[in-house]
């Protein structure tokens, strides 16, 4: 009889083991965040079309419409959440990944998310304290989205996980959180503390589950919390195997905090298109449209020694941003950052810096060239790139801070791009804000020539004697000139 009852015990786990077999082919990926993972975009008809059945969704809470059943697997139509939630950043990261893989690959999602809530809500040791802090006049409805999960959304994570583990295999983990903790410098770690917690929760291989951590709505798009973004560059730094996802470039929806429709669906490309190169695959993604200038770059510098005394300008190829002098006031002594359309116009004062020597060993003064190509001079004396007290400003040397026009600049062949470390400040060059950032930023050191786009009218012109012309073949005046590109003796010509 003991036998028996062993070998009908063994047929059954047999039986329910082959019932419940991992496909290896079934790639699943751990969400969790605020409401950006949630989703804040209502989804557009273009949003429900085209999902392939490759796509699933596990529900991770209970859904009346559409119905749907906690722990169960879903085509991945949106809301993938929860009801009453929008477009994320699941979305078109599981679509991007499907269309890049191959057909007998499926990938599903398993998105855990609150809006509002701070990375505490799924810290195991802080969620209770965390949860008992709220008000319930004021965060009523906060409290209520965590009582979805029970209160512990960590933990409903896990849960929904172990179910995946049963028939796909957990390729990575995607974190879109900050805003609620935005700037605080132990936010990495605190990530860092939930992703090991998952890692050993779920019997994981850390090499072989990256994380993928989006960074917030950037300042220059009007994001409240584009600062956080400094934080969230550092945890590659604390968790090795972790990828930050840039959001350059992408429109919020007005309130500073949460992206547009649009702008979900080129986030969740951009989380996709990184996990698919861990893979050896290079995916093709919709780009929001740049904004172009008059100029353009030319020749991009791979060293200091390469530049020497030419001339260059100072560009961000990942935001498609550049350093410029404004021209509109007679003497403007601040430096600008902007896009390309603003940056790169003919008619700014300066766009371009040389290289000087500086007394400090190693570094070097950026001294700020007009279009025309003289030096420009602030409060009658040579003007440089300095950073100050509290921005970058064009002054004399050490006009602010000491050693403030002194610039250590190292060109890094892995990130195609030059570091600009200030002497004075201690930190790197990075917006017009004072350069103190930590990690530094990749820029383009480069020359610049006039746009392509416009050209072909030039041929149209036939100019007698020096007559100036305009781009579009306007015959104009020279005492009533603006500064920018013109056409004299057929050629292109910066006045």
């Known amino acids: 009889m003991k036998n028996f009852f062993l070998t009908s015990m063994l047929l059954m786990s047999s039986l329910l083991g082959a ?92 998105d855990v998310a609150i809006g509002g809530t701070k990375i505490e809500g799924f810290m195991e040791d802080e969620v209770d304290a965390y949860i008992a802090s709220m008000d319930p006049t004021t965060e009523g409805w906060l409290i209520n989205y965590f009582k979805a999960y029970d209160n512990h959304p960590y933990k409903r994570l896990v849960d929904m996980a172990k179910i995946a583990q049963k028939t796909g295999v957990i390729k990575g983990i995607l974190l879109h959180q900050g805003e609620s903790n935005n700037t605080q410098s132990d936010w990495p770690q605190k990530v860092k503390a939930i992703y090991d917690q998952l890692i050993s929760d779920l019997n994981l291989n850390a090499a072989d589950v990256p994380l993928f951590v989006g960074e917030t709505v950037r300042t220059e798009q009007g994001g409240y919390c584009g600062g956080h973004n400094g934080v969230i560059a550092n945890v590659p730094s604390v968790i090795p195997n972790s990828y930050v996802i840039s959001s350059a470039n992408c429109a919020q929806k007005g309130d500073g905090l949460h992206f547009t429709a649009a702008s979900y669906r080129i986030m969740g490309q951009r989380y996709a298109k990184q996990a698919l190169s861990l893979m050896g695959i290079d995916a093709q993604i919709d780009e929001p449209q740049m904004p172009t200038g008059e100029l353009e770059i030319d020749k991009r510098f791979t060293s200091v020694e390469e530049i020497g005394s030419t001339t260059f300008a100072i560009v961000n190829e990942a935001e498609a941003k550049a350093f410029y002098v404004e021209g509109r006031s007679e003497q403007p002594q601040f430096v600008d950052y902007d896009t390309y359309d603003k940056s790169l116009s003919a008619s700014n004062l300066a766009v371009h810096f040389r290289l000087e020597p500086s007394t400090v060993s190693g570094a070097y003064m950026l001294r700020c060239i007009k279009m025309n190509g003289d030096g420009y001079s602030f409060w009658g004396a040579n003007a440089y790139l300095n950073s100050g007290n509290f921005s970058c400003f064009v002054l004399g040397p050490n006009q602010d801070i000491a050693n403030g026009s002194d610039w250590i600049i190292e060109y890094d062949a892995t990130k195609k791009g030059f570091a600009l470390k200030n002497v004075g400040a201690g930190g790197y060059l990075k917006d017009t804000g004072k350069a103190e950032y930590t990690t530094p930023t990749y820029f383009t050191l480069c020359t610049l020539k006039s746009a392509t786009s416009g050209v072909t009218p030039i041929r149209t012109v036939k100019p007698q004697d020096d007559a100036i012309y305009t781009l579009d073949g306007r015959r104009v005046q020279p005492g009533n000139l603006r500064h920018g590109i013109y056409i004299v003796n057929g050629k292109k010509t910066i006045r």
Request: aromatic letters at 12%; one cysteine or more.
């Open 19 to 110: 019932k419940g077999e991992v496909d290896p082919n079934f790639y699943v990926y751990l969400c969790f965040g605020q409401s950006n993972m949630e989703g804040n975009a209502a989804p557009e008809s273009v949003d429900y079309e085209n999902i392939s059945p490759r796509f699933q969704m596990l529900a991770c809470v209970d859904f009346q419409n559409p119905a749907r059943t906690m722990g169960q697997w879903y085509t991945a139509t949106p809301p993938i959440v929860r009801q009453g939630t929008g477009l994320g950043m699941a979305d078109y990261f599981g679509r991007t990944m499907v269309k890049n893989l191959p057909d007998n690959v499926k990938v599903g999602v398993i």
